[in-house]
């Protein structure tokens, strides 16, 4: 089975910019979640959808958007990009929403110049 | 609010001797406890969860946990190290039912040999 891809591996942005980042969850799978891992720091949750709505949301601004495809991908964006917004972001999927698993991709790194 | 709190961020043994990771949790509700371990530039794996079945847990690799509520303790342990072991390994709480997963700072693990 092919895990969670994330994609692309690795962004450099400038301040101010606006960044997709991309998710293909396990086969099957209906739940997504993206978290934000800044470095050396445990990560934070920022958004999960199930069945393309939204089911939760972190302590992100609103320049943090994400949705849902029919296919159950993700898309995760971010606007007006800011140095603080450097990090590692990870996608995890899930069978279903609730106590389920979670598998997580690689991640995306970006980083903000 | 749940939180957790991983009591040391950096944990060195030798291969071959017991690994000891430290972690407790605070939670309103019947929590979800769960470890995942991180190796460099690469996502999380699931090592192991408690969701209220059995207190002691086993997980891949050889590793196992104890959920104490008494003591508000969820350790992580292994009765012999190995140098793949090598990595930050997160404790995790969640509130049952719910996705969102609540990430300790890590606890990075080195193995000499």
């Known amino acids: 089975d092919t895990g969670v891809t994330q994609s692309p591996t690795h962004l450099i942005k400038t301040r101010g910019q606006q960044v997709t980042l991309r998710c293909s969850p396990i086969s099957g799978h209906k739940s997504v979640s993206w978290y934000q891992q800044v470095l050396g720091q445990g990560p934070q949750f920022i958004f999960q959808?199930?069945?393309?709505?939204?089911?939760g949301r972190g302590n992100f601004p609103d320049r943090f958007s994400a949705r849902q495809f029919p296919n159950y991908s993700s898309e995760l964006n971010v606007n007006a990009l800011l140095l603080g917004d450097s990090a590692l972001y990870l996608c995890a999927s899930s069978l279903r929403d609730g106590n389920q698993p979670q598998h997580f991709g690689d991640g995306t790194r970006l980083s903000i110049l | 609010a749940q939180s957790v709190t991983q009591l040391d961020s950096h944990v060195s043994v030798s291969e071959g001797t017991p690994v000891l990771l430290r972690c407790n949790y605070s939670?309103?509700?019947?929590?979800?406890l769960f470890w995942y371990v991180q190796h460099p530039n690469k996502g999380l794996q699931l090592l192991l969860k408690?969701?209220?079945?059995?207190?002691l847990v086993k997980g891949i690799n050889g590793f196992e946990a104890e959920f104490k509520k008494s003591e508000t303790s969820f350790h992580l342990t292994k009765p012999s190290a190995h140098m793949s072991d090598a990595a930050e390994y997160f404790c995790?709480?969640?509130?049952?039912?719910?996705?969102?997963?609540?990430f300790g700072t890590g606890t990075r693990l080195l193995v000499s040999p």
């Open positions: 939670s309103s509700y019947s929590p979800s």
């Open positions: 408690y969701t209220s079945a059995a207190t």
């Open positions: 959808y199930y069945e393309k709505e939204e089911r």
């Open positions: 995790v709480v969640s509130e049952r039912g719910f996705q969102k997963l609540v």
